[in-house]
């Protein structure tokens, strides 16, 4: 089985390499990952300049180095490697819960693979302060969840959260009851406003969803789909009797109310 490795922090993560070793068991590995952290570039792909790569050895595997995002590096590396049969991303440093799959560039990475009808995995994990991660146990968790998802073979597109001291694992739903974005306003050393996009802690406790599952500290596994459709509003507006022409031929002229009468009565 060809794995591709990529991620949004930059090939230099040591994310990417823990996540690399694990995959390693499961196949043959190749990482292909932006040169510079792409971290919140969501699903965005590079269209007005060139991409190139330049190859790296990252822990013994055999990687290479993008000028480009997440979704580039799938895109350039499906298509260098020829066939590849799974992606795996991550492993972020910071969790990617609930609306925050808007905006995260771990998640695209996947979504990008599964566009392209390959499956995607997507891996993300807690960070606390300046304080690196400790792979090991988050590894024994990747390897279990892979065990778990390779035998899925419908689920095209996966997001996994692993909280720091895992005791488990769960399935889970996205928690879309609220959003984690804020600007922050503050002054740049000359007095002028500045404005800063971060996040706030949100506290969604609904059971079964990911940020439950994470803050609970279980291993949050989300399967996603691409189709965006909200089914419940399309039947709605397909039952609506006001629907627009479906064409943009001149409609005929309505007969007013007197001459549909008149019809209805025959000639006076
Ligand atoms: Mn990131």
């Not at 969840?145 to 689920?155: G, N, R």
């Not at 399967?223 to 627009?244: F, G, I, V």
Request: glycine share 8%; aromatic share 6%.
């Amino acid at each position: 089985m060809r794995i591709l490795i990529s991620n949004d922090d930059g090939i230099y993560s040591p994310g990417i390499v823990a996540l690399a070793k694990v995959a390693s068991r499961f196949g043959q590995v190749r990482i292909v990952a932006p040169d510079v952290e792409q971290s919140s570039m969501s699903h965005a792909i590079t269209s007005s300049r060139p991409i190139r790569y330049k190859r790296v050895t990252i822990d013994n595997f055999e990687a290479y180095r993008v000028n480009g995002t997440p979704a580039d590096c799938v895109a350039l590396g499906t298509h260098h490697w020829g066939h590849v049969d799974l992606v795996l991303s991550g492993i972020n440093l910071g969790p990617n819960l609930g609306n925050a799959c808007w905006h995260s560039g771990t998640l695209a990475a996947a979504k990008q693979a599964a566009l392209l009808g390959i499956r995607g995995i997507a891996f993300s994990t807690a960070v606390s302060e300046g304080k690196e991660p400790d792979f090991a146990p988050l590894q024994a968790y990747v390897a279990k969840v892979l065990d778990l998802l390779l035998e899925q073979k419908t689920m095209c597109l996966v997001n996994v959260n692993l909280p720091e001291k895992p005791k488990g694992i769960r399935w889970t739903r996205q928690a879309v009851g609220q959003y984690d974005g804020k600007v922050v306003p503050s002054k740049d050393p000359m007095g002028r406003p500045i404005f800063w996009f971060t996040v706030k802690p949100l506290d969604d406790e609904v059971e079964g969803t990911d940020r439950w599952a994470f803050t609970n500290n279980w291993v949050s596994v989300t399967p996603l789909r691409l189709d965006l459709t909200a089914e419940k509003d399309l039947t709605r507006a397909l039952s609506l009797r006001h629907t627009p022409a479906l064409s943009t031929k001149r409609e005929p002229i309505r007969r007013t109310r007197k001459k549909r009468q008149q019809r209805r009565l025959g000639p006076e």
